[in-house]
């Protein structure tokens, strides 16, 4: 195991690292960026084998369908990995960017700038391609990076941060700007979150209990995202066919992720309607539903509901199904069990949008759209650092804007203050 000289040691190469990716040309980012995208797919039966082995241990540990899922690579999964490296390379540098200039009655000219934020610990679980969806986010950003993936994912992570860092280095950027601890014990995590002054910024992903024990232990600023209980708004106004095929794709297309769909609400005046036919296609899909009792008296067979249903984040192919009196009981229903990640109405009534994109306060919220969109890649980011539902920094998908603060920087001819 690490000790926690080790960890400090290792923290203190990337922290002097992260001084050079500072200052790196955005050329030779770009160039890089476009390597690691190739080097995946030229690599990527190495990676795939690497992850069978994780998948195989995964199957006898006995995890979940979902995490299965999320853990699972194949070779559209590392080219949808590349394609986001591409796409990251060619968006525009965040750092120098010149977001305010003004010019005070002294002559000072006080200009405010983008910068990168220094070292990102992220901290995550299953998912492989968070290991190089962050590398290049991180690195286009000009942020060193350490990484610290669960113990499911071991093969695989190291198998992507091995490619990719690889190339790093043969384009140019610092040797050091990126690490991966792949020591397992979970002591390590509490020894990284100690390091403040030579990590900025703590980054988990993954389920509420690791998020809330490492914001619990860090000494070091976090940025949250606690779950996703996303809800969807069918009103009385609502195309029904429209609003069947959102709610369809929002709960089935990917029930395993935080932008799923988790509690449907149905207008009392169009739930008689809708419910029968819509509850028929997401039970031919697998869903179960728990519903209220009003749902339960529509369509037969439905589990009731609990308390605890509507604050639950199932990430899998359950569903609670409230019926509403309307958009005021909606609204407040969201506003009480939500995380304020993403919800959506369905309707056609233009008041009501705009009374809800006004009175839901959460990162992201849709008029006739499904929330699967809540995603970096879907947002024209390339990729996601995660999808922070705090108020302060980030708010939303991460990308690489988020991924800056700012310095003001103030040009004189000689002023002095009287």
């Not at 679980?125 to 993936?149: H, M, Y």
């Not at 869903?287 to 609990?306: H, L, P, Q, Y």
């Not at 009480?336 to 009534?349: E, L, M, R």
């Not at 990308?399 to 002095?416: A, D, N, P, R």
Request: glycine share 8%; hydrophobic share 40%; aromatic share 4%.
């Amino acid at each position: 195991m690490m000790t926690l000289k080790d960890i400090n040691a290792l923290c203190r190469k990337v922290k002097c690292a992260s001084r050079d990716l500072a200052i790196a040309d955005k050329a030779v980012k770009d160039r890089a960026l476009a390597a690691m995208a190739r080097a995946l797919i030229s690599n990527a039966s190495y990676m795939i084998r690497e992850n069978r082995k994780d998948v195989a241990l995964a199957r006898r540990k006995g995890l979940s369908r979902a995490m299965i899922d999320r853990l699972t690579l194949t070779g559209p999964r590392i080219a949808d990995m590349a394609k986001s490296l591409s796409q990251i390379a060619g968006l525009k540098d965040p750092v120098g960017k010149v977001t305010e200039a003004i010019k005070r009655p002294n002559g000072l000219i006080i200009k405010k700038v983008r910068v990168p934020i220094g070292v990102i610990l992220i901290i995550y679980e299953s998912r492989p391609n968070v290991t190089s969806d962050c590398i290049g986010l991180c690195l286009k950003s000009s942020n060193a990076l350490i990484l610290r993936g669960g113990s499911e994912a071991l093969r695989s992570n190291s198998a992507i941060f091995g490619v990719l860092n690889r190339v790093a280095v043969r384009y140019g950027l610092p040797a050091d700007c990126m690490a991966m601890i792949k020591d397992t014990d979970r002591r390590i995590v509490d020894g990284l979150l100690v390091q403040e002054g030579l990590i900025d910024l703590v980054i988990p992903r993954g389920g509420e209990s690791l998020i809330r024990e490492v914001t619990k232990k860090s000494r070091i600023p976090v940025i949250k995202h606690y779950k996703g209980i996303c809800h969807t708004y069918v009103d009385s106004s609502a195309d029904l066919k429209m609003a069947e095929e959102i709610c369809m794709n929002a709960k089935v297309q990917k029930p395993g992720v935080c932008n799923a769909m988790e509690t449907m609400l149905v207008h009392r005046k169009v739930a008689g309607k809708f419910l029968p036919a819509v509850i028929r296609r997401l039970r031919l899909a697998g869903v179960e539903i728990r519903g209220c009792d009003t749902t339960r008296r529509i369509a037969a067979g439905v589990k009731k509901a609990s308390e605890k249903d509507w604050h639950t984040e199932y990430l899998d192919l359950i569903l609670s199904v409230k019926v509403v009196g309307g958009i005021d009981e909606a609204i407040a229903h969201i506003m009480k069990y939500g995380s304020y990640h993403s919800d959506a109405i369905i309707t056609g009534d233009r008041k009501a949008a705009e009374k809800f994109l006004r009175e839901v306060d959460s990162a992201c919220v849709y008029v006739n759209a499904s929330t699967r969109f809540t995603d970096g890649g879907m947002f024209g980011k390339g990729a996601e650092m995660g999808i922070s539902t705090d108020k302060i920094h980030a708010r939303g998908p991460m990308g690489l804007e988020e991924l800056t603060s700012y310095k003001y920087v103030i040009l004189g001819s000689g002023q002095i203050r009287k």
